[in-house]
């Protein structure tokens, strides 16, 4: 895999004041037979620009074809993937930019096929690289224009809406609010809306906030919460995988066990079973 990646220092940025979405990379990445294609996530949104052959793109749920003057916005948190298609392959630039998000209800990403100033879109990536790669005096003002001039572009976008994103210093205290609560009400049917809600912020940006402020999405924060709390019911009463299951607001008994198997390596039954074997062993 051939590819080519700048990171900007944030010594290097400017001012909140002057630019609300900041540059953080640029990546240039073509197919190779040593492509890595595994479902990860990043701290700030990517603009997926695809500027040769063709993929699909794969989020955690769903994939999609990807071609030439195709763009994908990904939110921050949102896990996702890129794959090339055999005897086609895909070149593509991202780049990495904080105080952006897409303003989706769907998944946290937006795709856009450009079919109107996509030359003029790829001349600003191709200048953006070549500053990157000089790294001459200023080449880090010169690509920050550069990403405001294709940020501009893009709003002129009928089918993508993208905004800043809420001012970071609000962020601690609304996900300890937010944690608190999913303590709290655990057991209730919660949503992402319905945390998001209660924070008063979007929710994809709720997600990269909390992810960053305790390496993990809430929805998985609060699947741990019902899971240590099944750990006890497993370990001190007779109830059923049902029973345990609709008490601790799982949607069904096999998304209960799927999701302990996930935490704790082993079924709920078995897990149950080691531990009266223990108490046994031990009485």
Not at 213 to 221: A, K, L, Q, R, T
Request: hydrophobic content about 35%; charged content about 20%.
């Amino acid at each position: 895999m051939s590819t080519s990646h700048h990171i900007f220092s944030q010594e290097s940025q400017a001012s909140p004041e002057q630019n609300q979405a900041k540059l953080l990379y640029i990546t240039c990445a073509q197919y190779s037979q040593e492509w890595n294609s595994t479902i990860h996530t990043h701290a700030c949104t990517e603009l997926f620009f695809v500027t040769a052959g063709r993929g699909r793109f794969q989020l955690q749920h769903e994939s999609f074809s990807v071609a030439v003057s195709d763009l994908v916005l990904v939110n921050a948190g949102v896990p996702h993937t890129e794959l090339s298609q055999a005897g086609s392959p895909m070149e593509y630039t991202v780049l990495g930019v904080e105080g952006l998000e897409v303003l989706a209800d769907t998944g946290g990403y937006a795709l856009s096929h450009i079919t109107s100033g996509w030359e003029e879109l790829t001349t600003c990536l191709r200048l953006m690289l070549q500053e990157a790669r000089g790294g001459q005096t200023g080449y880090h003002q010169v690509c920050q224009h550069l990403l405001d001039i294709i940020l501009l572009r893009l709003q002129r976008q009928d089918d993508l809406a993208i905004a800043s994103s809420e001012p970071g210093h609000k962020i601690s205290r609304e996900c300890d609010l937010v944690r608190r609560y999913i303590d709290n009400h655990f057991k209730e049917n919660l949503t992402l809306d319905q945390l998001s809600a209660i924070a008063h912020i979007n929710k994809y940006y709720l997600v990269h906030a909390f992810r960053k402020e305790y390496n993990i999405s809430p929805i998985s924060y609060l699947i741990a919460r019902r899971t240590q709390e099944s750990r006890f019911l497993l370990t001190n009463t007779d109830y059923t995988l049902s029973q345990i299951a609709q008490i601790l607001g799982f949607s069904s008994p096999s998304y209960f066990s799927q999701s302990f198997r996930r935490l704790e390596g082993m079924s709920p039954m078995e897990y149950r079973k080691r531990y009266r074997h223990s108490q046994e062993k031990h009485s």
